[in-house]
């Protein structure tokens, strides 16, 4: 399992410095099954997921992805809502998979 926490990029440079100097060095690993990203995937820039993820998807095992206080869209009027671009390009904030005989449950605690 390959671990990221905070990848937060502010912008597409550090998307590329994402790319060059942390992904290319995982492509086509096979000592992991999946990745995980622990929350605070951008910076606040919400336009990032696509990029991001088209980024960290060239290692080319599963990724899940894990909600933070930095890709909530603070634009909207509440809680309740401030996740709904994470939806559109990752589905639910909570979720559960498993992998062997592991368990992974995926929460979100952003308030």
Not at 15 to 29: K, Q, S, W
């Amino acid at each position: 399992m390959l671990i990221f926490g905070d990848t937060q990029p502010r912008d597409m440079t550090e998307v590329f410095y994402i790319g060059r100097d942390v992904v290319r060095e995982l492509i086509d690993t096979k000592e992991a099954a999946f990745g995980m990203v622990l929350g605070d995937v951008l910076y606040d820039d919400l336009s990032l997921f696509p990029a991001l993820t088209h980024t960290l998807g060239q290692i080319g095992i599963p990724i899940y992805y894990v909600l933070g206080n930095h890709d909530m869209n603070l634009d909207l009027p509440d809680d309740t809502h401030s996740d709904e671009t994470w939806h559109r390009h990752f589905g639910p904030n909570y979720y559960a998979f498993q992998y062997g005989c592991a368990h992974y449950l995926v929460l979100d605690n952003v308030v």
